[in-house]
């Protein structure tokens, strides 16, 4: 599975496969309904103060197929690492500030 950079996408390997994130209108609300406030989640990751559940959950919620647990998410988060994780994170936070082209 490949990400359109141009529409926001990152992939992530959730339990060996890779997953699309797309932040799409729906997926940010029902982040921000849960995390609260993305501008606020945002300036936390910029900070370095943004915490793993947060990251899991906005990676779950952009998820373009469920399909998997969040738990699954959350593990796939922990295994592959923060640095790892970083890049798709980039992604998702830029498209939360910059929108599409």
Do not use: Y
Not at 2 to 24: D, F, I, K, Y
Not at 42 to 58: I, K, Y
Not at 68 to 91: N, S
């Amino acid at each position: 599975m490949t990400a359109n950079p141009l529409r926001g996408e990152a992939c992530l390997t959730v339990a060996g496969a890779q997953r699309q994130l797309r932040p799409s209108f729906s997926a940010l609300v029902a982040a921000e309904e849960e995390l609260g406030p993305l501008f606020a989640l945002v300036e936390r990751a910029g900070s370095g103060e943004l915490r793993l559940n947060e990251m899991a959950a906005l990676f779950w919620h952009c998820l373009a197929e469920r399909g998997i647990t969040r738990e699954a998410v959350g593990d796939a988060v922990i295994a592959q690492g923060l640095a790892a994780c970083a890049a798709p994170l980039r992604v998702l936070l830029s498209q939360i500030l910059k929108g599409t082209p």
